[in-house]
């Protein structure tokens, strides 16, 4: 399935292609992960294999950035002035920005949401939302690693300093130690990336995240999956467990 994500990003009145006629089932999917767990590329490989929508309210913040004001929507045009301002986009915001890509979440081709919810507020929003909508969710995937193993993946990560290429010591080593491929640059180490910063971010999630894990685990739409052992199986994982979910 070929999709257009203008009207996720832009909020405006542009529809995805439509679903093919042997589609056997559209997925409605909440993906939930922590930092480094490798939540971003089980996105891409389940849209591949299921053929909905990846909306990522990451992508509306970044691509909000380089929309001119006259495009700006109202919701869009209020979450830029927090996020200049450096302060977290409230809930309300963010709620607003998802409600103007209702037609996203009509989708017939399915969707998986990355980024939001985030709180329990946002989840029962979002629920109401789906409600109006006459959607209804499958499952929310959450992705599951031990804080030490999320640590030392992103611990690993050196970023070249002038092209800004990504390699990991272990997983993806440049040629030449700390050099870069591409344009020989120095690889360094993000101050965000320093095993003591990943701890605090992962601690600050675990603390937000937990009870919304619980929220869905009550609405028996949970389904948890190991991280481990590469992309591949993880996402063997993920099919499997919405199979028998069903």
């Not at 970044?62 to 929507?73: D, F, I, L, N």
Request: glycine share 8%; proline share 6%; with cysteine.
């Amino acid at each position: 399935m070929t999709t257009d994500r203008a009207a996720w990003l832009k909020g405006e009145s542009v529809f995805c292609d439509p679903a093919p006629p042997n589609l056997s089932r559209a997925w409605r999917l909440v993906l939930l992960g922590a930092p480094g767990v490798g939540k971003g590329t089980q996105a891409e490989l389940l849209q591949e294999h299921y053929g909905g929508c990846h909306l990522s309210t990451g992508d509306i913040f970044r691509a909000a950035k380089s929309v001119p004001e006259c495009e700006q929507t109202p919701a869009m045009t209020a979450a830029l002035a927090y996020m200049q301002r450096g302060d977290l986009v409230p809930d309300t915001i963010v709620l607003a920005m998802v409600r103007e890509r209702s037609r996203c979440l009509k989708c017939r081709g399915g969707f998986l949401l990355d980024g939001f919810p985030r709180t329990v507020g946002q989840a029962e929003a979002l629920e109401r939302t789906l409600k109006e909508l006459g959607v209804k969710l499958d499952a929310v995937v959450s992705y599951e690693l031990p804080m030490e193993e999320i640590v030392a993946r992103i611990a690993g990560r050196r970023t070249c300093a002038k092209c800004r290429a990504i390699y990991h010591l272990t997983a993806r080593p440049p040629k030449e130690a700390g050099r870069c491929d591409a344009c020989a640059g120095e690889l360094v180490q993000r101050e965000d990336d320093r095993p003591e910063a990943v701890r605090v971010r992962l601690k600050a999630y675990e603390s937000s995240t937990a009870p919304l894990v619980e929220y869905y685990r009550k609405l028996k739409l949970l389904v948890t999956v190991v991280a481990a052992d590469g992309p591949a199986k993880t996402f063997q994982r993920t099919v499997s467990v919405l199979q028998k979910h069903g």
